[in-house]
């Protein structure tokens, strides 16, 4: 089992829903994040005054799947969160010791499935 953690940009995530969703994910959790990578945040203007943006709002999407679909999985968080520029996110895979389904008490493969 893994942990696919993908940080991409809020208006990509439903494309990145429905594409995960085909690829064969069975569930996620979604978070509304604020962060920065290289680009280092932004510089706007409102109302003539130029000011600072450090942390730009993200979306966090978190997805425990079997170990035998997590590249389908990640080739679609890929391909649905390009848009080809600076800021469009980063994903992490992480090895996932146990899970449990906490109304059945499945364990492992069974409670994420």
Request: glycine share 6%; no cysteine; hydrophobic share 45%.
């Given at each position: 089992?893994?942990?696919?953690?993908?940080i991409i940009k809020p208006s990509r995530l439903d494309a990145v829903l429905d594409a995960v969703t085909e690829a064969g994910a069975s569930g996620m959790?979604?978070?509304?994040v604020r962060g920065y990578g290289?680009?280092?945040?932004?510089?706007?203007?409102?109302?003539?005054?130029?000011?600072?943006?450090?942390?730009?709002?993200?979306?966090?999407?978190?997805?425990a799947a079997a170990t035998d679909t997590v590249e389908k999985i990640v080739e679609a968080i890929t391909q649905s969160a390009n848009t080809g520029k600076i800021g469009d996110?980063?994903?992490?895979?992480?090895?996932?010791?146990?899970?449990?389904?906490i109304r059945t008490g499945d364990r492992d493969g069974a409670a994420i499935g």
């Open positions: 089992m893994k942990m696919i953690i993908a959790t979604v978070t509304e290289r680009q280092r945040g932004k510089t706007e203007v409102y109302r003539g005054a130029e000011y600072e943006v450090k942390l730009l709002p993200k979306v966090k999407i978190e997805i996110g980063k994903v992490f895979v992480l090895d996932l010791e146990q899970a449990l389904r």
